[in-house]
């Protein structure tokens, strides 16, 4: 069944940088896509990083290419998002999943509880 946890999230100011990471257990963490969602008060998830199993493969949402970065250390069993050029609009519940398809966004695997981060003008 499998658990993840997101950490990581906190109160920053516009411009900076902050990395998100996500700790999974109780699957074969090495062998699925792993990726990071977003959810705006009100609004559905949405889609936006997404990692292969080896990390070959990065997929980004276009209002997050270039400023954040995903990577994934399969010996920890954890997958980060590194946030940088950071915008208000940045602000949300930032949400892990495990065992996604990274073209549809379709996740099969456990979800994390969510971690805030919060992007001050």
């Known amino acids: 069944q499998g658990h993840v946890m997101e950490s990581g999230g906190d109160l920053v100011q516009a411009g900076k940088s902050l990395t998100l990471s996500c700790t999974a257990s109780?699957?074969?963490?090495?062998?699925?896509?792993m990726g990071w969602f977003r959810q705006y008060p009100g609004k559905q998830r949405e889609g936006i990083s997404c990692i292969g199993w080896s990390g070959g493969s990065t997929y980004y949402a276009d209002s997050v290419k270039g400023r954040f970065t995903i990577s994934r250390d399969n010996a920890k069993n954890t997958v980060y998002l590194q946030m940088d050029s950071l915008k208000p609009e940045d602000t949300a519940m930032y949400y892990c999943?495990?065992?996604?398809?990274?073209?549809?966004?379709?996740?099969?695997?456990?979800w994390g509880q969510g971690t805030q981060v919060t992007v001050s003008s």
């Open positions: 999943a495990s065992d996604l398809d990274c073209k549809s966004w379709e996740v099969f695997g456990p």
């Open positions: 109780g699957f074969r963490f090495g062998d699925v896509a």
